[in-house]
């Protein structure tokens, strides 16, 4: 089967198109004809939303366990370290349970310089959450969150920033992200 190019999981790692098939990409077989019928295509969008929302639920609840520990420990930074700790251990089990190979010298250093820095941008994520989560409440911390992460992605696909493709702002965008601000300050205390 050959993938008719979209923006897709599988445009970031060829490798795993056959293991994680997204739902907005078509597979066309050898005659000619679509791969999954449109009902599977519906089956696998609900089990991929399922897994965001779970995604979603874990970094709330990541966040509440982080504060409790910084409320044992008295030190965001160390609530922090010991967090991405278990970060690196659950990924180490990861990278081995998926057979991953290790990225030859030649790919790391064609890795665009930007790509390296996901790590800071979590720290910090994981640092201000422990910080302000005491102070805001979970509610009004995420919904803040989700607020941000909506504007930062409206604005980096409009551009292609970091090697998006470039998805302009609509107005239906537009609208959507007005509505969560709007959710945001009907959420505060």
């Known amino acids: 089967m ?13 490798d795993l198109e056959q293991a994680v ?18 009902r599977e295509q519906h089956v696998q969008t609900f089990f991929l939303y399922l897994l965001a929302l779970g995604a979603g639920v ?3 609840t990541q966040q509440v ?7 044992s420990l008295g030190s965001p930074a160390w609530a922090g370290l010991i967090s991405y700790a278990g970060g690196l251990l659950t990924m180490i089990v990861a990278v081995f349970a998926l057979g991953e190979r290790t990225p030859s ?3 790391m250093t064609e890795v665009p310089w930007w790509a390296w820095s996901g790590g800071l941008f979590g720290g910090a994520f994981i640092l201000l959450s422990i910080l302000l989560l005491p102070s805001l409440g979970a509610a009004t911390l995420f ?17 292609g920033a ?9 107005a239906a965008r537009l609208a959507g992200a007005a509505l969560l601000i709007a959710g945001v300050v009907l959420m505060r205390d």
């Open 162 to 170: 970091l090697g998006l493709a470039p998805h302009p702002i609509s």
């Open 105 to 107: 010298w030649k790919v």
């Open 2 to 14: 050959e993938a008719v190019p979209g923006r897709h999981f599988s445009s970031i790692r060829p």
């Open 21 to 38: 098939p997204c739902h907005n990409s078509l597979q066309i077989n050898d005659s000619g004809g679509v791969g999954r019928t449109e």
């Open 65 to 71: 366990l982080n504060g409790s520990l910084r409320a």
């Open 58 to 60: 874990s970094v709330a």
């Open 143 to 159: 919904a803040l969150v989700i607020a941000g992460q909506v504007l930062a992605a409206v604005t980096l696909d409009h551009f």
